[in-house]
């Protein structure tokens, strides 16, 4: 069974350009998650989405962040303009509905 | 506060002996679920096990078994046998009722010497 599967594995760019992460999730689960990991802070939920409708973004940290979920298998978090305080691993986890959480395997963003 | 602690920043083990890596949670809900998830070198999460607030039993899965003290709130991750393979970030997590969100610890790290 394909797990949830993350796109790209590895980016690195410029500060100032547009930066999407793109995710797959697990087929017939509802609910999406996109977290970002950094050594300071940890595991950080940015947004979540149940059944492609987004539920809480209170995660995430400004404007320059976008997420959407155009249908019930495709989901992308956009940056827009980056900035190197945004280097960190981005996770992708997707579940039913109270069930535990299936991450992908992250992408690495660097931004220099 | 925070709602997931783990005290144990890094924990060493020789292999074959059992560990057990510590996690307190804080909540005032009565149903809530409690996760622990690996996360090796090359940084993918893999969810290993969970327990539920209501189970009377505490969670097993192969090697891991989970250590559930509801009146302490506790949920320590128990791995028996440890195996050069279980070298790796470990984290606690909890989602209470009423959330499909996880709330996740610092993390452990956990090294397994032959």
């Known amino acids: 069974d394909a797990g949830v599967i993350q796109s790209p594995r590895h980016e690195v760019t410029e500060m100032g350009q547009e930066v999407t992460l793109r995710c797959k999730p697990i087929?017939?689960?509802?609910?999406l998650f996109w977290y970002r990991q950094t050594m300071m802070r940890g595991l950080e939920l940015l947004i979540y989405?149940?059944?492609?409708?987004?539920?809480?973004d209170s995660g995430m940290p400004e404007d320059r962040f976008s997420a959407k979920m155009p249908n019930a298998s495709f989901s992308t978090l956009k940056i827009q303009p980056s900035e190197p305080r945004d280097s960190a691993v981005y996770f992708c986890?997707?579940?039913?509905?109270?069930?535990?959480?299936?991450f992908g395997d992250g992408t690495r963003l660097s931004i220099l | 506060a925070q709602k997931i602690t783990q005290t144990q920043p890094g924990m060493f083990v020789q292999e074959k002996e059992a560990v057990t890596l510590d996690c307190t949670y804080d909540?005032?809900?009565?149903?809530?679920?409690l996760f622990w998830y690996k996360q090796p070198s090359s940084g993918e999460m893999i969810f290993l096990i969970y327990?539920?607030?209501?189970?009377?039993q505490n969670a097993t899965e192969g090697r891991y078994s989970l250590n559930f003290q509801k009146a302490r709130k506790s949920a320590n991750l128990v791995i028996s046998a440890s195996q050069l393979g279980d070298s790796a970030m470990y984290f606690c997590a909890m989602r209470e009722r009423g959330y499909s969100t996880l709330t996740f610890g610092k993390g452990t790290m956990l090294l397994v010497s032959p």
């Open positions: 989405f149940n059944n492609n409708v987004p539920i809480d």
């Open positions: 909540t005032s809900d009565q149903s809530y679920g």
């Open positions: 087929s017939g689960h509802n609910s």
């Open positions: 327990q539920g607030s209501y189970d009377e």
């Open positions: 986890a997707s579940s039913l509905q109270g069930q535990s959480q299936h």
